[in-house]
């Protein structure tokens, strides 16, 4: 036998290199809470069915909540030697309680008390997440309060299509956010099972009762199916994935802000507070929040894939391929908590340029289709009205003569339908402000929608 806890059918040490290649406690550690919550949970569960002593079960519970102290105190010391958490864990218990610690382990196996602790980290995590997604809808929304006039070019194909509302173009921004929080809700519901009591992959012959367990880490269900318990990764690869979808709109959103603060645009001006300058341009203002967050949004894609490609060939039930299933999850963690918090607070301090927004859609001719539709309300069918609106335009880009400098006498030559009253219409604001169709641009529109978007970030 060797000395380590599963060396029992062991006669040589393992070689050097299999310790250090095996072991994952450099990162498991980040479980180290969640490990321990789940072993006092587990011998309390053997203490109330009997299968432990009580002066067992109890003298366990307490080296347990001593750890938890220890823990938080930073007094814990974690070796190579004994691989993960798990085995450190027990380890030291162990050597702090005696021999008696070696009844924790009943009825239980790594498999399901790392799928335990596995669960309990992203059921802890996506609470923070929503709480930053809602901070920074909550952004959003005080932003969009205050430019629901604010007109700037709308665009497809990057082209200017027609004017709309910076509220509304914030608010859009804002429905994918939602999204995203329903979506990291939805996720709690797989997080929420779960896997304590599969044991290695069969179940136990101990008279467990995993429903007591389940209610003393705060669970609301069980998994039904032993060998999905300790195998199934799908509530971790629900959490990379959503935040991938997550870490998307952040970096679509962050591409905007980039064009927007450039030389070329100069519809917006981040704060000091986010930029940075060059060691050697002097003039330069540099948006680099926002640059790092879309490139780190390839890092948490690279993290779902990650686990997918791990997770696609692997039988049942558990494989040490799993073990690899923790850090791209640690570290999505880690960057998408500060990436929501930094561009929250990057767009909620940068100053609009509304005057160039504005000025943006007097020249542009995208009052095009206002035309259009000027001519179609007069009873012009909207196809010929829209030829005929582009063959202005290409006069107009010949000459410089925009549609709101043709002369009433010009348009009436169009159709003596046309009255003085098109002027009006091709006033972006106005097109803006039209625009009230459900889900449009119209002043009364966004100011109804954010009405709604407060009542979601409050329910
Ligand atoms: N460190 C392991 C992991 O992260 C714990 C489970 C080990 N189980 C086993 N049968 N070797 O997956």
């Known amino acids: 036998s060797t000395e380590k806890l599963w060396g029992g059918r062991f006669t040589q040490q393992a070689a050097h290199w299999v310790d250090e290649f095996g072991a994952s406690i450099s990162f498991d550690q980040e ?4 490990d321990l919550q789940g072993s006092l949970a587990h011998v309390k569960m053997l203490k109330k069915t009997e299968i432990l002593p009580a ?15 220890q823990l938080h105190d930073g007094k814990l010391k974690f070796s190579v030697e004994n691989e993960d958490i798990h085995l450190n864990l027990e380890k030291i218990l162990t050597d702090q309680i005696g021999p008696v610690a070696g009844k924790l382990h009943t009825a239980r196996s790594r498999n399901d008390q790392v799928a335990t602790d596995f669960h309990l980290y992203v059921k802890n995590q996506i609470p923070q997440v929503v709480k930053e997604l809602k901070h920074l809808q909550q952004v959003l929304v005080d932003l969009a309060q205050d430019n629901v006039e604010t007109i700037m070019p709308g665009y497809t194909h990057l082209q200017h299509a027609q004017p709309i509302s910076y509220a509304h173009y914030l608010l859009a921004y804002f429905e994918m956010f939602q999204r995203d929080v329903e979506r990291f809700e939805f996720n709690m519901k797989h997080a929420d099972i779960l896997p304590l009591g599969a044991a290695a992959l069969a179940g136990t012959t101990f008279p467990i009762d995993r429903e007591f367990s389940a209610q003393e880490l705060g669970f609301s269900d069980v998994y039904h199916n032993s060998l999905d318990a300790v195998s199934d990764r799908d509530f971790a690869l629900e959490f990379l994935s959503n935040s991938s979808i997550m870490m998307m709109h952040l970096s679509r959103f962050c591409e905007e802000v980039i064009l927007w603060c450039s030389f070329e645009f100069n519809y917006l001006e981040l704060s000091d507070k986010y930029s940075t300058g060059s060691s050697i341009m002097p003039q330069k203002k540099n948006p680099d929040m926002a640059e790092l967050i879309r490139g780190k949004s390839g890092r948490v894609i ?3 894939m990650g ?7 692997l039988p049942l039930a558990y494989n040490k391929d799993l073990q690899e299933d ?4 640690f570290d999505t963690v880690k960057t998408i908590l500060p990436s929501l918090k930094i561009f929250g607070e990057m767009i909620g301090t940068a100053s609009i340029h509304k005057e160039k ?11 095009a289709t206002e035309l259009a539709d000027y001519l179609a309300s007069k009873g012009i069918p909207f196809r010929q009205a829209h030829e005929i609106v582009g063959e202005l335009v290409l006069k107009g880009l010949q000459t410089g003569k925009r549609l709101q400098d043709i002369t009433l006498e010009e348009y009436k030559q169009i159709s003596p339908l046309i009255e003085e009253d098109v002027y009006h219409d091709l006033e972006s604001k106005v097109a803006v402000e039209r625009r009230n169709s459900l889900g449009g641009t119209g002043f009364a529109q966004i100011k109804k929608n954010l009405v709604r978007a407060q009542n979601l970030i409050d329910a």
Do not use: C, P, R, Y
């Not at 686990?307 to 060939?313: I, P």
């Not at 923790?326 to 999850?329: A, D, R």
């Not at 000025?359 to 009052?367: C, H, V, W």
């Open 31 to 34: 479980l180290a809470d969640e």
């Open 55 to 69: 002066e067992d079960a109890d003298q366990i519970v307490a080296g347990l909540e001593s750890l938890v102290q």
């Open 302 to 304: 690279g993290n779902l």
């Open 307 to 313: 686990l997918l490609t791990v997770m696609k060939s």
């Open 326 to 329: 923790k850090e791209g999850v």
């Open 357 to 367: 927004m504005e000025e943006a859609t007097q020249n542009d001719f995208s009052n």
